[in-house]
């Protein structure tokens, strides 16, 4: 079976890729590079003994999808093309809406008319804004409170109108929770183009020593230790859950959304320690005033995934820190000379 991916030479995607080779699918990546490398698919390949087709450019570009289309036999699309910076969102939020918003309707439209109905987008639980209890199921009130997070809120909603318009189509709305880690052959990984804003690559950073120390947003929030908790989530664990999706689609029309986490919130002092007691590194750290438009918890009930996707996250927290900084000890420079 013909699958397209977007984004797919960026982290999410990449890992993706991979599953989706390893588990027989052909698969066809479009990316612009705007945040990755190509580097990383070469080594998807020789990760798989397996080939892909990549193409480079721009989900905006009609011309382009529609070639795409008519080339190729694609039975799915899974989409993760896109901006992801919530900070940069907020100097450039027309970048933001162009890309993420504009980019999926094009996609969309070149979909429609090739006939090609099953999406995989890559939402995630942002849209739950600040949540009035925990554990977060999928049945939460939607809300937004940045940019970035406001234009995966418009292309959900753009996808529920385009279902109602045409119950033809299968929509999985995937919520990624926090996505940390590598393959566990530190062969690909997170890599940053700049000085990371996520806690696990900067936390790697100054464990190898680009970065000096980490600043810990927040101490006084409502939580075990007063600093924030998430739901940090294996990005192998996140990426078999595309796999999953795609199956579950076949049959299934509608839009779906689901929650891809663990189910359990670990603070940022936790991830700290957990970082140190599985490498053996320190990761000195300071902490500092809270960032704005951060929430104090956030974890998912996977429970809608659990049993509709039959999909669980198996990685434990030690696999996650372990193998994220595996990937940061072999590729200091990332994709980049090393
Ligand atoms: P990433 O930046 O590593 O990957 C995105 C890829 O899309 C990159 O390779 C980039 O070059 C490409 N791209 C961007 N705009 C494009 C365009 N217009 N046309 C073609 N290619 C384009 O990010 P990621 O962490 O792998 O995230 C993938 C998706 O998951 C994104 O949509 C992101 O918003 C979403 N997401 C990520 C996280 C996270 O913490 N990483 C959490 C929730 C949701
Ligand atoms: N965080 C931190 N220092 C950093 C980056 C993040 O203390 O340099 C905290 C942040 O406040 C949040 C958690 O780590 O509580 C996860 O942040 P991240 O940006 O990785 O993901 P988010 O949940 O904000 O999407």
Redesign the pocket.
């Known amino acids: 079976m013909d699958i397209l991916v ?2 797919g ?5 990449s890992h993706t890729c991979l599953e989706l080779l390893q588990a027989g699918y052909k698969v066809t990546v ?7 490398s190509e580097e990383s698919l070469r080594r998807v390949q020789e990760l798989t003994g397996k080939t892909l087709t990549f193409v480079k ?4 570009d009609r011309a382009l999808l529609d070639k795409l289309f008519a080339d190729n036999d694609f039975n799915s699309v899974v989409h ?5 910076a919530v900070g940069e969102s907020c100097q450039m939020p027309l970048e933001y809406y162009d ?1 993420n918003v504009y ?1 999926t309707v094009n996609l969309c439209m070149a979909m429609r008319d090739a006939g090609v109905k099953r999406l995989v987008f ?5 849209v739950y804004g600040d949540p009035a209890s925990l554990p977060i199921t999928e049945d939460f009130p939607l809300s937004a409170t940045n940019p970035y997070g406001r234009s ?1 809120l418009i292309i959900e909603d753009i996808l529920r109108d385009l279902f109602a318009s045409d119950e033809e189509w299968s929509i999985a709305l995937l919520r ?1 929770f ?2 940390v880690g590598a393959h566990e052959s530190g062969m690909i990984g ?1 890599d940053p183009n700049d000085i990371p804003n ?1 806690l696990m690559p900067y936390i790697t950073q100054v464990a190898i020593g680009k970065l000096q120390q980490l600043s810990v947003f927040g101490g006084d929030y409502p939580t075990k230790d007063g600093t924030g908790v998430r739901d940090y989530i294996h990005v192998v664990d996140l990426s078999i859950g595309h796999v999953r999706a795609i199956e579950r689609l076949q049959g299934h029309k509608g839009v779906h959304p689901w929650n891809l986490g663990v189910g359990n919130g670990y603070s940022v002092l936790e991830m700290v320690e957990a970082f140190r007691s599985e490498t053996e590194q320190q990761v000195p750290y300071k902490i500092v005033d809270r960032r704005s438009g951060d929430i104090a918890a956030c974890y998912a009930n996977p429970e809608k995934a659990r049993t509709e996707l039959n999909w669980q996250a198996e990685r434990t927290l030690d696999d996650m820190v372990r193998d994220a900084w595996r990937w940061q000890s072999n590729n200091p420079n990332g994709y980049g000379h090393n």
């Not at 479009?30 to 990755?36: E, R, V, Y």
């Not at 890559?122 to 942002?126: R, V």
């Open positions: 977007t984004g030479a960026g982290y999410i995607g479009l990316d612009n590079l705007s945040n990755s450019g721009d989900i905006r993760f093309a896109g901006l992801k890309n980019g890559s939402s995630s639980a942002t995966k990624y926090n996505p997170e996520n």
